[in-house]
C-alpha cells in the first residue's frame, strides 16, 4: 500500500484507490476531542458575534435579483443592437478591401485553367489536372460573386444605419439606466440585510478562518496526522496559531480536501529549504506548493499515455520520504526560485497573488522538462517568447508548430516525453492544450484546463484579464452551455465562475468581503458554492430537485456571489 502520510503522500488501497481506515491512538482520540471542543466552541462564539438576519429582508433582497433578469435582457440586446449598426461602414471597407483581391485571384485561375489546357493533350492523369482547375476557377468566381452581393448588401445596412442608429443608441441607453436602477435596488436591498459592517471587519477573521479550516479538515482528520508524532501535532498548533497563514491560505481557497496538515508539512520543509522563502514572492510561491500539492501530484511519465497512477508507482516508498512518481514539492519550489532569480520566467510572475501562483505550480509535467520547454521555445520559436507582458504570445507556438489532426498519434515514441511526442506528432483539441499549457507553466504562466462540449481549451493569465485560448469565449456559448473548469480550475464548475472569482481578487481589500461571507456560510452549514451558475457542459439549466428533495439554504453564500459581482461592477465602472 501507499504509506507516507507522514511524509507528502496519504496511504490508499493499491485495489481500489480508497484510503483504508486510519486506527486513533487513545493519544490521536484525545486530540479528536480536543479539536472537537475546539470547533464547537468557536461556532458558539462566532453565531453570537454574527448577527440574525431577518427574513423578510431576505425576501426582499431575492424579489429584486430576480426583477434583475427582464432589464439585464433587453440592456444585452439593444447594446448588441447598437454594435450592429455601429459596426456597418467597417464591415462595408473590409468587404471592398476583400474584393481588391478578387480580380488578381480570378486572373491567377485563368492562367491555371490555361495551362492546364495546355498540358491535358491525350493524357488522362491531365485531364483530371484540367477538371481541378475548371472547379478551381469556378470556385473563384463564386466567390466573388458572393462577395459583390455581399458589399451591395452591406451598403444597404450603412444606409439603414444612417436613420436606425439614434434610436437604437436612445433604447440602449434608456435599457441601461433602467438595469442600472434595477442593480441599485438589488444593492439597497442588500444593504437592508444589515452585514455590511461585519463583512467590512477584519476583526472576526482569525476565529473564522480556524473554524473553517477545523470543520473542512475535520477534527478526526487533523487527530490522524497529529498523532503520527509530536512534530506532527506542532504543525497542527503552528498553523492555529499562526492567523496570517491561515487566512491566507483560505483567501486562496484552501487547501484541497481539507489536507492542511499535508500542506502545513510541506510549507515548513520549503521554509527549511531556503531562507528565501519567508517573504514576498518566494513565501507566496512556497505556499503555492504546499496547497497545490498538499494531495500529491502525479508526474507525467515518458510514455505517452500520460499521467502514472500515484497508487502504483508510489507503494514501494519509505515511509517519510517523498514517493517516487509524484512530483516533489520541495523541488518544485526550489526550481521556481532559480528559475525566477535566473529571469527566466515571464514578466508579471512577481506580482501573482497565491491563488494565481497554484496554476503555476501544480504542473505534472516533472522540473527538467520544463526547463526543456523553455530552451525548446527560445530555440524553436522565439517568436512566440513575448518581450512585454502578454503572455498570449506563448500560446501562439500551438497554432505555428503542433499539427492538427490524429494521424500522427501512431508515430508517437515510448523513450519521448509526452510533450515531445506531441510537438513531433501534433494532435488534436486535447493533446493541444496540454502542450499550450505546459509551455506556459513553464516559463511561470498560471494555466488551467477548460472543457467545451466535445472540446477541451485551456485558459491563461493576462495582465489584463484571464483570457481563454483554442476554443471559444467565456460564458454562455450560442447553443446555451457554459464551458466547465477542468486542470487546475479548483470545484468552480462553469467557466464564468472561475472568471468572475479572478476579476474579483484584483481588489484584495475589497474581495475579503466575499470571502467573510463564504466563511459565514460555512458556519450556517451551507455547502460550498462557487459561483451564480451552477452548470455547465451539456445542460442549458439548474438540474430540478427531485420528487421530495428540499433545496439547501444558500443565503451566506448567495450573499459572497452577490458581494462579488457589486465588486465586479465597481471596479468596471
Not at 466552541?41 to 454574527?50: D, N, V
Amino acid at each position: 500500500s501507499v504509506v507516507l502520510i507522514s511524509g507528502y503522500a496519504d496511504a490508499a488501497d493499491p485495489k481500489n484507490g480508497a484510503e483504508p481506515a486510519v486506527v486513533l491512538t487513545d493519544a490521536g482520540q484525545a486530540l479528536e476531542a480536543k479539536y472537537a471542543a475546539m470547533q464547537a466552541a468557536l461556532k458558539a462564539e462566532l453565531e453570537k458575534a454574527i448577527p440574525t438576519l431577518d427574513e423578510g429582508k431576505i425576501a426582499a433582497w431575492l424579489q429584486a435579483i430576480q426583477a434583475e433578469e427582464a432589464p439585464e435582457k433587453e440592456a444585452l440586446a439593444t447594446a448588441k443592437e447598437v454594435a450592429k449598426w455601429q459596426g456597418a461602414e467597417g464591415r462595408l471597407r473590409q468587404l471592398e478591401e476583400n474584393l481588391k483581391y478578387g480580380p488578381q485571384t480570378l486572373e491567377d485561375a485563368q492562367a491555371d485553367l490555361a495551362r492546364a489546357r495546355a498540358r491535358g493533350e491525350e493524357n488522362p492523369e491531365r485531364a483530371k489536372l484540367l477538371q481541378s482547375a475548371e472547379s478551381f476557377l469556378a470556385s473563384r468566381q463564386k466567390d466573388i460573386d458572393q462577395l459583390t452581393a455581399a458589399i451591395e448588401k452591406a451598403k444597404v445596412e450603412v444606409e439603414d444605419a444612417k436613420v436606425k442608429l439614434p434610436d437604437a443608441i436612445k433604447a440602449a441607453e434608456a435599457a441601461k439606466l433602467a438595469h442600472e436602477k434595477a442593480l441599485a435596488a438589488t444593492w439597497q436591498a442588500m444593504d437592508a440585510l444589515g452585514v455590511n459592517g461585519i463583512l467590512s471587519s477584519s476583526g472576526l477573521d482569525s476565529k473564522l478562518a480556524r473554524y473553517v479550516i477545523l470543520k473542512d479538515a475535520t477534527p478526526r482528520g487533523r487527530a490522524e496526522v497529529a498523532q503520527q508524532s509530536p512534530e506532527h501535532e506542532k504543525l497542527i498548533e503552528q498553523l492555529f496559531a499562526n492567523d496570517a497563514l491561515m487566512i491566507q491560505m483560505l483567501v486562496a481557497d484552501g487547501a484541497p480536501g481539507g489536507r492542511y496538515g499535508q500542506a502545513m508539512k510541506i510549507y515548513t520543509d520549503i521554509q527549511k529549504a531556503s531562507s528565501k522563502a519567508k517573504e514576498g514572492i518566494f513565501q507566496r510561491l512556497a505556499l503555492a506548493v504546499s496547497l497545490a500539492h498538499a494531495v500529491p501530484v502525479p508526474q507525467r511519465s515518458i510514455a505517452s499515455a500520460g499521467i502514472e497512477q500515484v497508487t502504483e508507482t508510489c507503494k514501494d516508498a519509505p515511509a517519510g520520504n517523498h514517493a517516487s512518481g509524484v512530483i516533489d514539492p520541495v523541488k518544485r519550489y526550489l526550481s521556481y526560485e532559480k528559475w525566477y532569480e535566473a529571469g527566466e520566467l515571464q514578466q508579471g510572475f512577481a506580482d501573482l497573488s497565491v491563488w494565481n501562483l497554484i496554476r503555476v505550480v501544480d504542473t505534472a509535467d516533472p522540473d527538467e522538462m520544463l526547463v526543456w520547454a523553455r530552451e525548446m521555445l527560445h530555440t524553436l520559436r522565439p517568436d512566440c517568447i513575448p518581450n512585454d507582458g502578454d503572455t498570449l504570445v506563448f500560446v501562439n507556438v500551438v497554432d505555428k508548430e503542433i499539427a492538427y489532426g490524429s494521424g500522427g498519434v501512431k508515430d508517437d515514441l515510448p523513450e519521448r516525453h509526452f510533450m515531445q511526442n506531441i510537438l513531433a506528432n501534433g494532435g488534436i483539441c486535447g493533446r493541444r492544450g496540454f502542450f499550450g499549457r505546459f509551455v506556459l507553466q513553464a516559463f511561470g504562466v498560471p494555466s488551467t484546463e477548460r472543457v467545451e462540449p466535445g472540446h477541451s481549451t485551456i485558459t491563461l493569465w493576462h495582465p489584463s484579464w484571464w483570457q481563454t485560448r483554442l476554443g471559444g469565449n467565456w460564458g454562455r456559448s450560442n447553443r446555451g452551455f457554459y464551458a466547465k473548469m477542468g486542470d487546475g480550475g479548483g470545484s468552480y464548475g462553469a467557466d464564468v465562475n472561475f472568471l468572475t472569482s479572478s476579476q474579483a481578487r484584483e481588489d484584495e481589500t475589497a474581495f475579503m468581503k466575499v470571502k467573510r461571507a463564504q466563511w459565514i456560510a460555512s458556519l450556517m452549514g451551507e455547502p460550498w458554492k462557487p459561483g451564480l451558475i451552477t452548470y455547465s457542459m451539456k445542460s442549458t439549466g439548474p438540474a430540478p430537485l427531485k420528487p421530495g428533495e428540499v433545496a439547501k439554504p444558500s443565503t451566506g453564500s448567495d450573499l459572497a456571489l452577490h458581494a462579488q459581482r457589486r465588486l465586479i461592477a465597481q471596479l468596471e465602472a
